[in-house]
């Protein structure tokens, strides 16, 4: 079969290509990716050696562009991971988050209307639950779990979240959901908190902790995400919303404890900075749906991807020393600039 994968240059995305790639090397994979900031083609270059796998820069919202690569390639299935990911960005900016990833998911929808697909799938996230208190480690996300989002990024995945549903139920397009915690591993562009704290602590530079960094989060290695949605795609229910998270819940300051001790890094590197605004305090998932009808578990145990994660990040200093450049380096100034000078007051 033909998969469209949308966002494939991305940090999710591309190790979704590459674990296809191997686990089914008789599907053909079409990539589109509008290469901003976050994409990078040369993250894909094993992949465009293969035979079966096709790359074209469209951005998911040109229609035009959209539909005549349906009409050309006739997708079976299409998985959207194309989106504005970054929470801080999106506190910016938020534009550019509803148009793509709500305007975005429209056309693709509308699309994969007008050329039937068997699977429309969409890479949602647990932040559209919005957040859980730190005093209550009973609670967890389920599918059940009302929406109820903090920033514009998770609004705008919610309102993509709605649509899709709409799509489904008005239009009986063929749809599922997946809802996953955070990911690390290879690929993660260096603005997320892992990759940023590792290519900082490398060079020397100040470890930005938000607040006292008591935040919690669930995660994941990318591997095990790719996992889930490949079985998604193949035995779960049309319809059907699955979490996706392996119940390791770390303290962000942790995090930066084991990436410092990890590189032989001083403590005295973590600084401390202003709060992101509407920061959600904890994000906890529960995948017993993903577990009981799918059998997805997770892998890979956290010591084990985290020490992977930082080998795979020295091994590949040319892959993000040209990110932490140029662009990269003027959004560094203008998020941190502010926050590391007052710190330092
Ligand atoms: O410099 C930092 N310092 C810091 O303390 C950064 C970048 C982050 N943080 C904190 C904020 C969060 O509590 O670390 C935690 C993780 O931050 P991010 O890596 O930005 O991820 P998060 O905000 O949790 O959102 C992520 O998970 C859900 C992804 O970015 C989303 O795209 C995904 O949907």
Not at 275 to 303: C, N, S, V
Request: proline share 5%.
């Amino acid at each position: 079969m033909t998969i469209l994968v949308t966002g494939g240059a991305g940090f999710i995305g591309a190790n979704f290509i590459y674990y296809e790639l191997k686990a089914h090397p008789e599907d053909r994979i079409v990539c589109i990716d509008k290469l901003t900031y976050a994409g990078n083609l040369e993250t894909l270059q094993e992949a465009l050696k293969h035979p079966s796998f096709r790359f074209e820069k469209i951005d998911i919202c040109d229609r035009k562009a959209v539909f005549a690569l349906f009409e050309e390639e006739r997708p079976d299935v299409v998985v959207n991971f194309a989106a504005e990911s970054h929470v801080d960005r999106s506190i910016e900016d938020p534009g550019i988050f509803l148009t793509t990833n709500i305007l975005g998911t429209q056309v693709l929808m509308d699309a994969s209307r007008a050329y039937p697909v068997k699977r429309y799938h969409q890479v949602s996230t647990d932040e559209v639950y919005g957040d859980l208190p730190l005093d209550r480690p009973d609670l967890f996300f389920t599918e059940e779990t009302p929406i109820k989002t903090s920033s514009p990024y998770s609004s705008s995945k919610a309102g993509a979240d709605l649509l899709v549903n709409a799509y489904h139920r008005t239009f009986g397009l063929p749809t599922t959901i997946s809802r996953c915690s955070n990911n690390y591993g290879p690929y993660q562009f260096p603005e997320k908190l892992i990759p940023l704290m590792i290519s900082n602590a490398r060079a020397d530079k100040p470890l930005p902790v938000y607040g006292e960094g008591l935040n919690v989060r669930d995660w994941l290695y990318v591997e095990d995400h790719c996992r889930a949605i490949d079985l998604i795609l193949r035995k779960g229910k049309v319809g059907e919303v699955y979490n996706i998270g392996g119940h390791n819940e770390m303290k962000n300051i942790d995090i930066v404890r084991i990436i410092c001790a990890a590189l032989h890094k001083p403590e005295s590197l973590i600084t401390h900075v202003t709060d992101r605004k509407g920061h959600d305090m904890r994000y906890a998932i529960d995948p017993t749906k993903i577990h009981e009808e799918l059998g997805w578990l997770p892998e890979t145990k956290f010591k084990d991807g985290i020490q992977k994660t930082i080998v795979w990040y020295l091994e590949h200093k040319d892959w993000w020393e040209r990110i932490v450049s140029g662009e990269y380096r003027n959004y560094f100034e203008k998020m941190y600039g502010e926050r590391l000078q007052s710190a330092r007051n």
